[in-house]
Nanobody
Framework: VQLQASGGGLVHSGDSLRLSCAASGRTFSKYAMSWFRQAPRKEREFVAA????????KYAESLKGRFTISRDNAKNTMFLQMDSLKPEDSAVYYCAADRPIDVDDYVPPLGVSYEYDFWGQGTQVTVSS
């Protein structure tokens, strides 16, 4: 699976932004997907994940209520809607995909990077105060 993240940019505090992650390759297989982010001098952190079906999601506790993950399998695309953005949300955002498994509602439980086998190149989000 090849992943291409897009939609980042420079916004003001309180603005919204929608990231996209386009998948290509073995897209007929079922796989969970996620978003991670990494700010300068910080470790990569989990943002959100979604099952193949879209029915099951997982969020970082600190981001619940502001970020919404979704996917459109017909378009092989995953999204991250980010609302009420804050300067501390500034980071490179990466999309990732788990290895394909034949389970509709599976989300990797730990929210850590090693649960995911495929990674996109990242898109920069900068939130000014």
């Amino acid at each position: 699976v090849q992943l291409q993240a897009s939609g980042g940019g420079l916004v003001h505090s309180g603005d919204s932004l929608r990231l996209s992650c386009a998948a290509s390759g073995r897209t007929f297989s079922k796989y969970a997907m996620s978003w991670f982010r990494q700010a300068p001098r910080k470790e990569r952190e989990f943002v959100a994940a979604i099952s193949w079906s879209g029915r099951k999601t997982k969020y970082a506790e600190s981001l619940k209520g502001r970020f919404t993950i979704s996917r459109d399998n017909a378009k092989n695309t995953m999204f991250l809607q980010m609302d009420s953005l804050k300067p501390e949300d500034s980071a490179v955002y990466y999309c990732a995909a788990d290895r394909p498994i034949d389970v509709d509602d599976y989300v990797p439980p730990l929210g850590v990077s090693y649960e995911y086998d495929f990674w996109g190149q990242g898109t920069q989000v900068t939130v000014s105060s």
